[in-house]
């Protein structure tokens, strides 16, 4: 069972980028776990297709501390790749495993809210998550499936958020019980390259200090801290080893827990 603090509550799962396309064992634990009454939101990133679409395009893409420097034009990209093209499959490929999936994305009823970065553009790096379509589709026995796209708190414009930080925001908002990030490595590593079963604050403060974690695993940590803080249990696991969704769930010692 799940040592949470918020027992049954919502599970959210983070699929990464760097592992869509590798994850079949996890989104079909996603939906058993749906199955067996688990209310499941899945928050996606797509930081890789975003990239390839861009070089399609002609465009570059920036990285400020692992997150998208976003421009007008970048934006464009980013909303029709992430809320369109990778939010619709994921959808798809969960409605062929049996579940009730329901794509929506951040702008969706104000889902997601952020003021607008001033160093990286049209970037949420604050987001807020307003819960409530989120709950009602839950409580209706669907899959939600959320795109990392969101408001400007002035609604002036659709901001690229951090699918990280989206994830964050979502489990804090609906009392998670667990978060879970997907991604391409085993652990976080320390400088040895050790996995780190557990991860408390200090440690993460002294081992971000010194550059040994960076880049994509940032926004992971700073969002957990988040999610703990509201008593979820937070993992960062790998998403290609099969199955692991559901040890996480179920509180074995994989991948990287948050302490
Ligand atoms: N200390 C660390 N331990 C493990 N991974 C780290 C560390 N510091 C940085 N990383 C990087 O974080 C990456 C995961 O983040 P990212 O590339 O954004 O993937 P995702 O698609 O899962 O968000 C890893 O592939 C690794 O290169
Ligand atoms: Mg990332």
């Given at each position: 069972?799940?040592?949470?603090?918020?027992?049954?509550?919502?599970?959210?799962?983070?699929?990464?980028?760097?592992?869509?396309?590798?994850?079949?064992?996890?989104?079909?634990?996603?939906?058993?776990?749906?199955?067996?009454?688990?209310?499941?939101?899945?928050?996606?990133?797509?930081?890789?297709?975003?990239?390839?679409?861009?070089?399609?395009?002609?465009?570059?893409?920036?990285?400020?501390?692992?997150?998208?420097?976003?421009?007008?034009?970048?934006?464009?990209?980013?909303?029709?790749?992430?809320?369109?093209?990778?939010?619709?499959?994921?959808t798809r490929q969960l409605q062929l495993l049996g579940a009730p999936a329901v794509g929506l994305s951040g702008v969706d009823a104000g889902t997601l809210c952020s003021p607008i970065?001033?160093?990286?553009?049209?970037?949420?790096?604050?987001?807020?998550?307003?819960?409530?379509?989120?709950?009602?589709?839950?409580?209706?026995?669907?899959?939600?499936?959320?795109?990392?796209?969101?408001?400007?708190?002035?609604?002036?414009?659709?901001?690229?958020?951090?699918?990280?930080?989206?994830?964050?925001?979502?489990?804090?908002?609906?009392?998670?019980?667990?978060?879970?990030?997907?991604?391409?490595?085993?652990?976080?590593?320390?400088?040895?390259?050790?996995?780190?079963?557990?991860?408390?604050?200090?440690?993460?403060?002294?081992?971000?200090?010194?550059?040994?974690?960076?880049?994509?695993?940032?926004?992971?940590?700073?969002?957990?801290?988040?999610?703990?803080?509201?008593?979820?249990?937070?993992?960062?696991?790998?998403?290609?080893?099969?199955?692991?969704?559901?040890?996480?769930?179920?509180?074995?010692?994989?991948?990287?827990?948050?302490?």
């Open positions: 069972m799940s040592a949470s603090r918020n027992g049954n509550g919502p599970i959210v799962i983070k699929i990464g980028g760097s592992t869509l396309g590798e994850h079949d064992t996890s989104l079909s634990d996603c939906v058993e776990l749906h199955r067996e009454g688990r209310q499941v939101v899945v928050v996606h990133g797509g930081g890789a297709a975003v990239t390839d679409w861009q070089r399609r395009l002609g465009a570059e893409a920036t990285w400020v501390d692992g997150l998208r420097s976003t421009t007008p034009e970048s934006l464009e990209v980013v909303v029709a790749v992430l809320a369109g093209l990778i939010n619709k499959e994921l970065s001033e160093r990286i553009g049209l970037v949420g790096e604050t987001p807020r998550c307003n819960p409530h379509t989120l709950q009602r589709t839950l409580d209706a026995g669907l899959l939600p499936v959320l795109a990392p796209v969101g408001l400007s708190n002035d609604l002036s414009t659709i901001l690229n958020i951090n699918a990280d930080a989206a994830a964050g925001a979502v489990a804090f908002a609906l009392d998670a019980a667990s978060l879970i990030f997907l991604t391409d490595v085993a652990q976080v590593m320390d400088a040895e390259g050790t996995g780190i079963g557990s991860l408390n604050a200090e440690r993460q403060g002294e081992l971000i200090e010194q550059d040994v974690i960076e880049g994509g695993m940032l926004p992971k940590l700073r969002a957990g801290r988040d999610a703990l803080s509201c008593g979820a249990e937070v993992r960062i696991v790998d998403g290609r080893q099969p199955h692991i969704v559901r040890q996480a769930v179920e509180g074995e010692a994989v991948g990287t827990a948050l302490s």
